[in-house]
């Protein structure tokens, strides 16, 4: 069974940081590109970074200063750092695998992406 399992959300004050992680199981990880997506209520899901199979990472304008990417195929997990964070980035964060997608459909967040974890919750208070 495929699982994307993400963990590390929480509530925070602005300023802060969290260290979000998606372990996987099921298919073979360092086969896979990975990626970090947010949604808040009433808003477009977004992507946050891309991460592909080699480790080379591609961050979101808007975050790009605050936030880094990494993953660990020993563990089968890949984290996202979020650094002092605002009430903005308020949102459930997912992380998502596949093996074929290209561009077009990673920057989206297209349901064409094989795999898609359950989120985690992260709220930034002011």
């Known amino acids: 069974e495929v699982q994307l399992v993400e963990s590390g959300g929480g509530s925070v004050q602005a300023g802060g940081s969290l260290r979000l992680s998606c372990t996987a199981s099921?298919?073979?990880?360092?086969?896979?590109?990975m990626g970090w997506y947010r949604q808040a209520p009433g808003m477009e899901r977004q992507r946050v970074v891309y991460?592909?199979?080699?480790?080379?990472?591609t961050i979101a304008e808007p975050v790009k200063e605050r936030v880094t990417t990494a993953r660990d195929n020993a563990k089968n997990t890949v984290y996202l750092q979020l650094n002092n964070l605002k009430p903005e980035d308020t949102a459930m964060y997912y992380c998502?695998?596949?093996?074929?997608?290209?561009?077009?459909?990673?920057?989206?967040?297209?349901?064409?992406?094989?795999?898609w974890g359950q989120g985690t919750q992260v709220t930034v208070s002011s």
């Open positions: 991460i592909d199979r080699e480790g080379a990472a």
């Open positions: 099921g298919f073979t990880f360092d086969e896979a590109d």
């Open positions: 998502a695998a596949d093996f074929r997608c290209g561009e077009g459909d990673w920057l989206v967040g297209s349901s064409r992406l094989e795999y």
